[in-house]
């Protein structure tokens, strides 16, 4: 997945009223490194997935 698209998913979350840090915090994953893929790619699947399931259960 490119930046892009994380930023992208990023916005989604937060239009739907989910903090970075919400986000981060319902998939377990440390928020100092999802804002590390914000701006390194590529970013793991296993991050993405668990993302989008928040976003669509949001």
Do not use: C, H, R
């Not at 840090?21 to 994953?29: L, Q, S």
């Not at 914000?38 to 699947?45: A, E, G, K, N, Q």
Request: charged share 30%.
């Amino acid at each position: 997945m490119e930046k892009s698209e994380l930023n992208e998913l990023k916005e989604q979350l937060e239009a739907k009223g989910i903090t970075w840090a919400e986000a981060a915090e319902k998939i377990k994953f440390d928020v100092s490194l999802l804002n590390l893929y914000l701006v390194s790619p590529p970013v793991p699947i296993s991050v993405i997935n668990p993302l989008k399931k928040v976003l669509e259960a949001a």
